[in-house]
C-alpha cells in the first residue's frame, strides 16, 4: 500500500553452537562485526521462537569469527539450550549511513569507476584479510575496493589489473 513503511529486511547473524553449563548458557557464533546484536535487551529470532538476550560475554582468544556466551531469557536449563543447538539467529537490519548489505549487493550489478557494468554480484565469501565479492564469471574483488554510490550502485575503485581474468 502507498504510504506504508518497508519493513526492515531480516538478517541471519549468527548460529547457537552448543550449551554451555547446566543453567541454559549457550556459546553463538556471532556472524555479524555488530555485538550490540548480544546486548542484553536485544530481541533474536530463530526457527523455533523469539529470543530475548538476558546477558552475553564475548569469549576471547578466537582469532576468526566471534563467539559469545549467551543466556536467553526463559532458557533456565541444560535441556532447554540443547533445544537451541544449531538455530540460525535472525535480527532485523540495522541502518548504518554508507554501510554494505549482502543482501542487498546479491544479484547486483558492479560497475567499474567509470559506471560501465563489470559483472553481477553472486555471492560475498568470508575471508580474513577481507570478504571478497564473487562475480557470476568467477571473479573475486575485495570488498575494500567497493563502494556504494549516492544512487544505490555498487562500484569498484581499486588498482589497474583487479578485475583481470
Given amino acids: 500500500m502507498a504510504g506504508r513503511p518497508e519493513p526492515p529486511a531480516l538478517l541471519e547473524v549468527g548460529r547457537i553452537l552448543k550449551p554451555h553449563g547446566l543453567k541454559g548458557?549457550?556459546?553463538?557464533?556471532?556472524?555479524?562485526?555488530?555485538g550490540e546484536r548480544l546486548e542484553p535487551g536485544a530481541e533474536l529470532r530463530c526457527s523455533a521462537r523469539r529470543l530475548n538476550v538476558a546477558t552475553s560475554a564475548e569469549?576471547?582468544?578466537?582469532?576468526?569469527?566471534s563467539r559469545w556466551l549467551v543466556r536467553f531469557a526463559g532458557v533456565d536449563s541444560v535441556e532447554a539450550a540443547e533445544d537451541l543447538r544449531g538455530e540460525v539467529l535472525i535480527a532485523e537490519s540495522i541502518q548504518v549511513e554508507g554501510a554494505l548489505w549482502v543482501h542487498e549487493m546479491i544479484g547486483s550489478t558492479l560497475c567499474g569507476p567509470d559506471g560501465a557494468p563489470v559483472g553481477e554480484i553472486a555471492a560475498v565469501q568470508g575471508n580474513p584479510a577481507s570478504d571478497l565479492l564473487v562475480l557470476d564469471d568467477g571473479r573475486l574483488v575485495p570488498l575494500t575496493f567497493v563502494?556504494?554510490?549516492?544512487?544505490?550502485?555498487?562500484?569498484?575503485?581499486?588498482?589497474?589489473?583487479?578485475?583481470d581474468l
Avoid at 548458557?25 to 555488530?34: F, G, P, T
Avoid at 569469549?59 to 569469527?65: E, I, V
Avoid at 563502494?147 to 578485475?163: R, S, T
Fill in 59 to 65: 569469549l576471547p582468544g578466537r582469532a576468526q569469527g
Fill in 147 to 163: 563502494v556504494k554510490d549516492a544512487d544505490g550502485i555498487f562500484m569498484v575503485d581499486g588498482p589497474p589489473g583487479l578485475l
Fill in 25 to 34: 548458557s549457550v556459546v553463538v557464533e556471532l556472524w555479524s562485526n555488530r
